[in-house]
């Protein structure tokens, strides 16, 4: 399985930036799959993730609110959009994907996600 990020960039306080990611490979249809960030000197963080079994949706507390994930299943591909941004958002996003289907949130837990696409930066100026 193969996870290919894409959207990041710069944009000022208030602004929004789009991120996908697309999955290939040999995918379960019952998978979970989510975005990650990481800021610097900080540890990686859960922002947001869907299941494929309900289309059920997970947010953490700095992404209510602003940040809306969706995916699109024929295309194995998930989004986020993210609205008026803060210049805290900023981190590398990673997008990850895991077969291991427990529920919400835990299958989002970022130690049960099986596989990690490369990040994508995104900057948040003040």
């Known amino acids: 399985v193969q996870l290919q990020a894409s959207g990041g960039g710069l944009v000022q306080a208030g602004g929004s930036l789009r991120l996908s990611c697309k999955a290939s490979?040999?995918?379960?249809?019952?998978?979970?799959m989510g975005w990650y960030r990481q800021a610097p000197g900080k540890e990686r963080e859960g922002v947001a993730c869907?299941?494929?079994?309900?289309?059920?949706?997970y947010y953490a507390d700095s992404a209510k609110g602003r940040f809306t994930i969706s995916r699109d299943s024929a295309k194995n591909t998930v989004h986020l959009q993210m609205d008026r941004l803060k210049p805290e958002d900023t981190g590398v996003y990673y997008c990850?994907?895991?077969?291991?289907?427990?529920?919400?949130?835990?299958?989002?837990?970022?130690?049960?996600?099986?596989?990690w696409g490369k990040g994508t930066q995104v900057t948040v100026s003040s």
């Open positions: 490979g040999s995918i379960s249809s019952s998978n979970v």
């Open positions: 869907i299941s494929t079994t309900d289309d059920r949706s």
């Open positions: 990850a994907l895991t077969e291991r289907v427990l529920g919400l949130p835990i299958s989002c837990l970022t130690y049960n996600m099986d596989y």
